[in-house]
């Protein structure tokens, strides 16, 4: 059948169902001929329809009649449930990842600048895609919530971190409290911002960017690289 073709249901006396059918499968026809990425317009879908209805209210059948393919679509290209949430965090990784090595070249060996930047960066990313911080989410995918650690983007922006802590020789066992504090912060505001419990004319992103600044300065203060006014010690980096 022509891409695009128009089907005379009343002169072939389809009933409703076997209309139904038919239109899909001219769908699904037109997508193969034209080229479509059916693959990747399923994973914006899916993603798009859990950013609204989250984790409970996800169907895959909403997301191929969204794409307008048959029910099985999503499951086939994505070889069943975990196959197509892993295609989601895969694509959502690559998108964060993008956004992280703009920041990283904009700042080069400014780890903490990068740091500062790319971890408000991942503060967004979590508020405009919060199932990521529900576990249902990683179960699917037989990962617990801690499986965002794996994602390269989240990797980039913890080296930002650890390569500040090692280039001014702060050792190991006081900068990992403070990358705790990082996450605490991070999956806190977060969950602030979308549960909507922010006070009134609260400002998210100007607290955000202060307890940042607290946390370092803390660190920095702990290691020693602060001097007892509060200014930064010109200690050379390793």
Not at 121 to 144: H, M, Q, V
Not at 163 to 182: A, D, V, W
Not at 201 to 219: A, F, K, M, V
Request: aromatic share 14%; with cysteine.
């Amino acid at each position: 059948m022509a891409a695009g073709k128009v089907v005379n249901f009343a002169a072939r006396g389809y009933n409703g169902q076997e209309r139904k059918k038919t239109q899909k499968k001219e769908s699904y026809l037109t997508m193969r001929e034209t080229g479509r990425d059916l693959e990747k317009d399923l994973v914006e879908e899916a993603i798009r329809q859990i950013r609204i209805n989250g984790m409970e209210g996800f169907s895959a059948r909403a997301v191929a009649e969204a794409c307008r393919v048959s029910c099985a679509a999503p499951f086939k290209h994505f070889d069943g449930r975990r196959g197509m949430f892993l295609a989601m965090s895969k694509y959502l990784d690559d998108m964060l990842y993008e956004t992280m090595e703009e920041i990283e070249s904009r700042w080069g060996s400014d780890y903490k600048k990068s740091h500062l930047e790319m971890n408000m960066a991942y503060i967004r990313f979590l508020c405009g895609n919060p199932f990521l911080i529900n576990e249902s989410f990683w179960n699917t995918i037989d990962e617990k919530q801690a499986g965002i650690r794996k994602w390269k983007s989240f990797r980039k922006m913890t080296k930002q971190f650890f390569l500040y802590c090692q280039s001014y020789g702060i050792p190991e066992e006081i900068y990992k409290s403070y990358y705790f504090n990082f996450q605490t912060l991070a999956y806190g505001a977060a969950f602030v911002v979308v549960n909507g419990l922010l006070l009134e004319g609260g400002d998210p992103e100007r607290d955000i960017l202060d307890l940042q600044e607290r946390i370092y300065r803390n660190l920095e203060q702990n290691a020693g690289l602060l001097s007892a006014f509060g200014k930064f010690e010109k200690i050379k980096k390793i």
